[in-house]
């Protein structure tokens, strides 16, 4: 053999060498994609019912939403309804107390007109019955006076 062909001949054992040094990282490699591959499939087939359970579940939310909506809009309506009672509660009130005042300005007058003609008929009253005993009072006393003379 000559120098080329040992030459070849080791070159040829280098690069068995280098395939069989390299053959065992592609094979783990693989062995790696393979179970990455199967992962991803179990994430991909466990997803679609858990995505199809949460566009079930967001459905429902944005039913429950659209019945609250409606059922806002509901008291909005009763409120608006409340409102307007009330102002007319409030417009009826003011209309009262101004009654109120009217009706208390025009009985005044004349109540305490009569208050005061009952207070002149007591103080008169009195005023002539004790001229009246005073009267008597008097009588008396001439009448003793007299009788006292007399003796």
Do not use: C, W
């Amino acid at each position: 053999m000559d120098a080329g062909e040992i030459a070849g001949l080791i070159a040829a054992g280098a690069f068995l060498m280098l395939v069989l040094f390299l053959a065992v990282p592609i094979l783990k490699l693989g062995r790696t994609v393979d179970a990455a591959t199967r992962a991803i499939n179990e994430v991909t087939e466990r997803t679609g019912p858990l995505l199809g359970n949460v566009n079930e579940t967001v459905e429902g939310v944005n039913t429950a939403l659209g019945q609250v909506q409606v059922s806002l809009d509901g008291v909005n309506v009763q409120l608006a309804k409340v409102d307007t009672m009330t102002s007319h509660a409030q417009n009826v009130t003011a209309s009262v107390a101004n009654l109120a005042t009217v009706v208390s300005a025009a009985a005044a007058n004349p109540l305490i007109k009569v208050a005061s003609f009952g207070y002149g008929l007591r103080k008169a009253a009195s005023a002539r019955r004790k001229a009246e005993d005073e009267r008597e009072v008097r009588a008396t006393l001439k009448q003793r006076r007299k009788a006292a003379r007399s003796r």
